[in-house]
C-alpha cells in the first residue's frame, strides 16, 4: 500500500522560497503508471491543484496561476518528490499536499499525504 | 478554470439518513468528476471517480450520478464514521478544480 509522507520547514519568511519534500514508501515514484502531484489547501479556501510530474517522460505541467513560481522535481534515488514555490507571500499560507495519480484521462488523486502546515510570516 | 459549486455547503444529518451533496460546474465535465472525503488530520480519500464509480474499498452507501454540468453524492444509511467534510474535483480540463466542500454535521 503506497503511502506518502510531506516534510519541510513550517514557516517561510516572505519573499523566500518554500520548499518540501515528500516521501513515498510502498511504491515506487519511477512507476510510469502514475503522476505525482501537489495540491494545497488556504486556511478556510478550497483545495488548489498546483503541478505534477512523470517520471518517464519528465514532463511536468503546472497550474498556470503558479507556474511561474513552481517547480517539481524527483529524486529517484530516495523515492521523493519535492516542491518548491518562489516569492512566496501570505497567500501562500495553507496545507501541503503530496498526491498519486493515475496516469491517463480518469485524473484522480489518490492516495494523499497527510498534508503539512505552511506558514508564510515574518 | 472551469468553476466547480457545491451546495449545500453545510449538512445536518441524523445516523441512518440519506444524504445528498449536489456538485455543479462552470461547465460540462464530461463525468470526469471525483468524490473525496476528508475528516480533519488526516489524509483526504478518494470516494468516486468517473461520475459513478466506487473506488476499491469504499463501502457501497456511497453512490454517484450526474451528467454534464450536475452531479451528486449520496449516502445511503449514514454511519457515523461518516460525518466529514465532502469535496468535488473535476479532471475535465486542466487546471484540475476542486468544489468548497460540504460539511457534513450530525
Redesign the interface.
Known amino acids: 500500500q503506497v503511502q506518502l509522507q510531506e516534510s519541510g520547514p513550517g514557516l517561510v519568511k516572505p519573499s523566500q522560497t518554500l520548499s518540501l519534500a515528500c516521501i513515498v514508501s510502498g511504491g515506487s515514484i519511477t512507476n510510469n503508471d502514475y503522476l505525482w502531484s501537489w495540491i494545497r489547501q488556504p486556511p478556510g479556501k478550497g483545495l488548489e491543484w498546483i503541478g505534477y510530474i512523470h517520471h518517464s517522460s519528465g514532463r511536468t505541467y503546472y497550474n498556470p496561476s503558479l507556474k511561474s513560481r513552481t517547480a517539481i522535481s524527483m529524486d529517484t534515488s530516495k523515492n521523493q518528490l519535492s516542491l518548491e514555490l518562489s516569492s512566496v507571500t501570505a497567500a501562500d499560507t495553507a496545507v501541503y499536499y503530496c498526491v498519486r495519480t493515475p496516469s491517463g484521462l480518469l485524473v484522480r488523486f489518490d492516495p494523499w499525504g497527510q498534508g503539512i502546515l505552511v506558514t508564510v510570516s515574518s | 478554470d472551469i468553476l466547480m459549486t457545491q451546495s449545500p455547503s453545510s449538512l445536518s444529518a441524523f445516523v441512518g439518513d440519506r444524504v445528498t451533496i449536489s456538485c455543479r460546474a462552470s461547465q460540462s465535465v464530461n463525468k470526469?468528476l471525483?468524490w473525496?472525503q476528508y475528516k480533519p488530520?488526516?489524509?483526504?480519500?478518494?470516494l468516486i471517480?468517473?461520475g459513478s464509480n466506487l473506488?476499491s474499498g469504499v463501502p457501497s452507501r456511497f453512490g454517484g450520478s450526474g451528467s454534464g454540468t450536475e452531479y451528486t453524492l449520496t449516502i445511503s444509511g449514514l454511519q457515523p464514521e461518516d460525518f466529514a467534510t465532502y469535496?468535488c474535483?473535476q479532471?475535465y480540463g486542466?487546471?484540475?478544480?476542486?468544489?468548497?466542500?460540504t460539511k457534513l454535521e450530525i
Not at chain 2, 41 to 46: C, E, F, V
Open positions: 470526469y471525483n473525496y488530520g488526516t489524509a483526504p480519500k478518494l471517480y468517473a473506488q469535496f474535483q479532471s486542466s487546471p484540475y478544480t476542486f468544489g468548497q466542500g
